[in-house]
């Protein structure tokens, strides 16, 4: 039997926090991204909750900032984005905890369900197909599988998957994640020293995935997304995920080892300067545009191939590609979406999580900054659906 890492508490003692595990749900096909999850919370769970705690939030903390969105069923109840300190190479939990408590404080947030994200290179996503078998038999092949995708010990990893639907021929489509548990182990401390109740961890790409189709069945242009191959590009700050999604399903899930941090790398290595120097430039460029374009091209190279070869896949499944949405603020370097858009002759657009839904707060007036927010919406909508089933 497989686990899926869940936290048992009680509502009214945040010191009783415990880690514990228990199966979770896969007998059958989902009819969601929201089942896609990591770590879920059992039925029990939600008796914990007082009346009227039916507010989600989602919580995307990154490299350089975190993105918080609170959702009260389908209505957006607020939002806040606040920059991390410089947390040096190998990051500072204190820092982490103490901006995320800071920023809760902030928008009035203590003591309220939270559901988060991990990600990153050491996240594996997978999709493959296994022969029609009961569910035991598959449990063990998926697990197979996922273990040879796997350089440390099999125990240090957390570990679910979700079949996503039975073919024709009788054979099952699979996502597995699988993710060190010191991921989750930190996130679950940075939500216990703000002062929240974490109820689920999801892998950032499936977040992503989940806010898109979100939008495709609220947005009022929804017709127009359902074709086939939308693709999703969140580029972060060491790492870029990439979800394609076709006819609303997911068809590809790929982690590649490139951020926005290699563009800055380039820009520095153009212009001979430092890293704050080479944000400024790239903000700013000034009569330095030609060149900085130039540096920014050269470093998306081999970004770009990895999608093409993804692109590759995904044409041998499905043929027709639609759109491709950019997510975050690593797809802002200068010429990017246009480097994008002349490569692969597809309408490029930043992606807005928020389309078709209610709000009680401002939104940011730039798509750009809307997007910043999508991982952060997709766990919101995850913790949500689940909290309320």
Request: glycine share 8%; hydrophobic share 40%.
């Amino acid at each position: 039997m497989v686990w899926s890492k869940i936290l048992l508490f009680s509502y009214s003692d945040a010191a009783a926090w415990e880690v514990q595990r228990t199966p979770w749900r896969r007998q059958a096909p989902c009819q969601g991204i929201y089942q896609f999850v990591v770590f879920c919370v059992p039925e029990g769970i939600r008796g914990f909750f007082p009346d009227g705690a039916t507010n989600m939030l989602g919580i995307d903390i990154g490299c350089h900032s975190l993105k918080i969105v609170e959702m009260k069923g389908n209505r957006l109840v607020a939002l806040r984005e606040n920059l991390l300190p410089d947390r040096g190479e190998n990051g500072n939990g204190d820092q982490i905890s103490n901006a995320l408590e800071q920023t809760i404080t902030e928008m009035g947030a203590r003591k309220k369900p939270a559901w988060g994200s991990i990600g990153g290179a050491s996240v594996i996503t997978h999709i493959s197909n296994y022969p029609q078998m009961e569910l035991p038999e598959l449990e063990g092949a998926v697990q197979l599988e996922a273990e040879q995708f796997v350089s440390r010990d099999w125990e240090e990893m957390d570990f679910d998957f979700q079949i996503l639907e039975q073919l024709e021929d009788g054979s099952f489509r699979v996502v597995f994640v699988a993710a060190p548990k010191a991921l989750s182990d930190h996130a679950i401390q940075y939500f216990k020293a703000a002062g929240l109740y974490p109820v689920g961890v999801s892998a950032g790409t499936l977040a992503m995935a989940t806010a898109f189709q979100s939008v495709l069945e609220r947005a009022a242009s929804s017709e127009e997304r359902r074709g086939e191959g939308s693709i999703m590009i969140d580029i972060g700050a060491v790492n870029t995920s990439i979800a394609m999604l076709a006819d609303r399903r997911i068809v590809v899930l790929r982690d590649v080892a490139f951020g926005g941090n290699d563009i800055t790398k380039s820009v520095m290595s153009e212009f001979d300067t430092g890293f704050k120097e080479a944000e400024d430039i790239k903000i700013q460029p000034g009569e330095r545009g030609t060149r900085l374009l130039d540096s920014v091209e050269r470093a998306l190279r081999p970004l770009l191939q990895q999608i093409s070869i993804t692109m590759g896949y995904e044409h041998r499944q499905r043929p027709q590609k639609n759109a491709i949405y950019l997510v975050g603020k690593g797809c802002f370097a200068p010429g990017l979406a246009k480097i994008i858009r002349d490569k692969f002759a597809l309408p490029v657009s930043f992606f807005n999580p928020f389309e078709g839904f209610d709000a009680d707060c401002e939104l940011p007036e730039d798509a750009r900054d809307l997007s910043s927010y999508t991982i952060a919406q997709g766990c919101a909508l995850i913790g949500g659906d689940e909290h309320e089933k």
